[in-house]
């Protein structure tokens, strides 16, 4: 089983900040994806095959990596970007998730 | 507009049995992989298990392997999950998933609850 670890697992960011949230494989993988998820809500697809965009996710965040190393990116942090973020990777079995980094606003 | 909601959870005794339904909208069913990924209270994300197109193939983790049960009815746009032999450690929010096979999963319902306890 391929094991995620992300980190940090929490963190605090100020409007305006560039935030980097940091997802490790145990064995090299060829996409990673990412999803949000809001308090008390559904994980929403946000990343994927690696540095795509899904449809209405704001173009401040990116994504990139490669082999067992990969990040997602918040160019300049807003209030609405609170949540907590989740890596997968697909392509081994069984499919795994990394166990989240929470994003609060300062 | 994509919707899946699920229904069906609820409060059951270790060792009983449970079955969750998931009834799909706003987009051709029977096109997809569907899934079932839970949460359990206060934890990450754990995908349970995945079914094809047609229902011929399924996939699970060993975690659920033997014990839970993925079926789908293309004809009502329904996706369902069979679970038996209820551990405690299956206490967790159920949600079911478009899955774009075997890559991410796309759109998620909001989730149903099933608590295993005495």
């Known amino acids: 089983e391929i094991v995620l670890t992300q980190s940090p697992t929490t963190m605090a960011a100020s409007p305006g900040e560039k935030v980097t949230i940091t997802c490790r494989a145990s064995?090299?993988?060829?996409?990673m994806y990412w999803y949000q998820q809001m308090s008390d809500a559904s994980p929403k697809l946000w990343i994927y095959d690696t540095s795509k965009l899904a449809s209405g996710v704001p173009d401040r965040f990116s994504g990139s990596g490669s082999g067992t190393s990969y990040s997602l990116t918040i160019n300049t942090m807003e209030a609405e970007d609170a949540a907590t973020y989740y890596c997968?990777?697909?392509?081994?079995?069984?499919?795994?998730f990394g166990s989240g980094t929470k994003l609060e606003i300062k | 507009e994509v919707q899946l909601v699920e229904s069906g959870g609820g409060l059951v005794q270790p060792g009983r049995s449970l079955k969750l339904s998931c009834a799909a909208s706003g987009f051709t069913f029977s096109n997809y992989y569907m899934a079932w990924v839970r949460q359990a209270p206060k934890k990450g994300l754990e995908w349970v298990a995945t079914?094809?197109?047609?229902?011929?193939?399924?996939y699970y983790p060993d975690s659920v392997k033997g014990r839970f049960t993925i079926s789908r009815d293309n004809a009502k746009s329904s996706l369902y999950l069979q679970m038996n032999s209820l551990k405690s450690e299956d206490t967790a929010t159920y949600y079911c998933?478009?899955?774009?096979?075997?890559?991410?999963?796309?759109?998620w319902g909001q989730g149903v609850m099933v608590t295993v306890s005495s």
């Open positions: 998933a478009r899955q774009v096979y075997p890559r991410y999963f796309d759109y």
């Open positions: 997968q990777q697909c392509c081994s079995t069984p499919l795994t």
């Open positions: 064995s090299s993988v060829s996409y």
């Open positions: 079914i094809s197109t047609s229902g011929s193939r399924t």
